[in-house]
């Protein structure tokens, strides 16, 4: 499968960069996770809007959802030929505000997931992990049979992330601090992204969710001094991972 960075601030876009969102592709199945600001053009550099088959948004801060109103407009008036019909948009129940803004008639439909079972989308199987953030919100791990990738999502760091990204290929970590932050907070620091990353046995972390006012290469440094194999990176416009 091939990830493909579309955003990747936390909060708000920046220096003309977007907030998360991500394209998952595995044998022309073409998966958005998350659709935060900029997420349409940035989209539209890759492959047509109208080619996805699903949509998943691991919760509803506007950082991951600024781009999804667009976006469904983009399905509703664009005439180009679409990959399937009605565009399924993956979403939690528990915000029903959020849930049912994921239904716009004939054009996109909202479908539930939970913790409670996996999630089965096209090539790809999902099981999800509530995290520590302020709304309902979901880490996902995501599988096309050979290989793995978790996605923490936002959230503060816990233990029980360490188990639910085991061995994973790729993962994707919400590092909106540096290693100096102490305190309650909703995001992780660069050492628990790495951290969390040697616990698990994760071969690539890729450092996401970043903030507008720590340099980002210190993030990358801080991070690098930490895990013990396989390569840290940060998020970036465009970035591709093949895995
Ligand atoms: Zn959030």
Redesign the pocket.
Known sequence: MKLTVLGYF?GYPFDGHGTTSYLLQENGYNLLIDCGSNTVNNLSKVIDPLQLDGVIIS?Y?H??IADLGVLQYYWQLNNGKKKVDILPIYGNTQDPLNYGSLTLEKVTVGKSYSDLAPLEIGPFKIEFLRTI???P?YAMRITNGKKILTFT??TDYFDDLVDFSMNSNLLITDTNFDKQKTGIK?HMTSVESAKLANDSNSEVLLLSHLPQEINHNQLLKEAKAIKKTGKVFLASDALSVEL
């Open positions: 936390g919760h801060h950082d991951h953030h302020p709304v919100t999502a936002d909703w």
